[in-house]
């Protein structure tokens, strides 16, 4: 999956120069001002300089949905299982069967860009 033309990379690059919280479960993942991003295999590259003028990146899987809520200036990013197979309950079960050896910390999770 690329993710070239399509509403991840629009919405990338409408935050690029902009200072933004990465935040999942309330923990703040990184934070700073928002210069690039690319992609690497099945995942985003993002590219943020902190408030020491340092470069720190972060990979996040490519999401399954994400949403944009431009009046309280958030992005979502959408890894909930229930969300990639459209709340259909046979898939959606068969997904809950897989025995998985680790899973990521994106699993079922709604990872939140807050632009500040």
Not at 18 to 37: A, D, E, P, R, S
Not at 54 to 82: A, G, H, Q, T
Not at 84 to 90: E, H, M
């Amino acid at each position: 999956m690329y993710i070239d033309n399509t509403p991840i990379e629009s919405i990338l690059k409408k935050l690029l120069q902009q200072n933004i919280v990465i935040t999942l479960n309330n923990k703040t993942l990184k934070k700073g001002k928002f210069i690039l991003f690319k992609q690497v295999h099945y995942c985003i590259e993002l590219s943020l300089k902190n408030q020491e003028d340092v470069i720190k990146k972060i990979e996040l899987p490519i999401p399954f949905n994400v949403e944009e809520w431009s009046d309280d200036n958030l992005i979502y990013f959408d890894y909930r299982i229930s969300t990639l197979t459209k709340n259909n309950p046979d898939t959606l079960n068969l997904i809950k069967k897989l025995v998985l050896d680790k899973t990521s910390k994106f699993y079922n999770q709604i990872l939140e860009i807050e632009i500040i």
